[in-house]
């Protein structure tokens, strides 16, 4: 990790039950815990870098207000810098209707990824 010279790492991490929709043969606790794991090494290292975002494709079955904070404080307890919420066009069926009708206004802010939340410093 130190001598990768990364800014940024990007990973995807959605919950088993939703994510079988989309991500086929995908283990959310795997995932997570490898998330976790990232954190936890670059801080052993003393390291403010790379950013560890938590990058979570919206769907219209994983975007509930429920899930969504529930993402965040997973993402929260696992020490990622951010957590990004990605809207998708495909599947057409799987469309985040929630965010495409402005209902994602409240979480985070704006950016060209959709909506994103720091969680520590914006470094």
């Given at each position: 990790m130190a001598k990768s010279g990364s800014k940024?790492?990007?990973?995807n991490v959605n919950k088993s039950d939703s994510s079988f929709k989309y991500h086929?043969?995908?283990?959310?606790?795997?995932?997570y815990q490898n998330m976790t794991n990232l954190v936890a090494l670059r801080n052993e290292l003393g390291l403010s870098k790379p950013q560890i975002e938590w990058k979570y494709v919206l769907f219209n079955w994983n975007d509930s207000p429920k899930i969504i904070n529930k993402a965040i404080s997973l993402a929260?307890?696992?020490?990622?810098?951010l957590i990004s919420f990605w809207p998708t066009l495909s599947p057409p069926y799987g469309i985040s209707w929630?965010?495409?009708?402005g209902k994602f206004k409240n979480v985070g802010i704006s950016s060209w990824k959709g909506r994103e939340v720091w969680l520590k410093n914006n470094l």
């Amino acid at each position: 990790m130190a001598k990768s010279g990364s800014k940024i790492l990007k990973t995807n991490v959605n919950k088993s039950d939703s994510s079988f929709k989309y991500h086929k043969n995908t283990y959310f606790e795997r995932a997570y815990q490898n998330m976790t794991n990232l954190v936890a090494l670059r801080n052993e290292l003393g390291l403010s870098k790379p950013q560890i975002e938590w990058k979570y494709v919206l769907f219209n079955w994983n975007d509930s207000p429920k899930i969504i904070n529930k993402a965040i404080s997973l993402a929260h307890k696992a020490g990622v810098d951010l957590i990004s919420f990605w809207p998708t066009l495909s599947p057409p069926y799987g469309i985040s209707w929630r965010y495409k009708f402005g209902k994602f206004k409240n979480v985070g802010i704006s950016s060209w990824k959709g909506r994103e939340v720091w969680l520590k410093n914006n470094l």
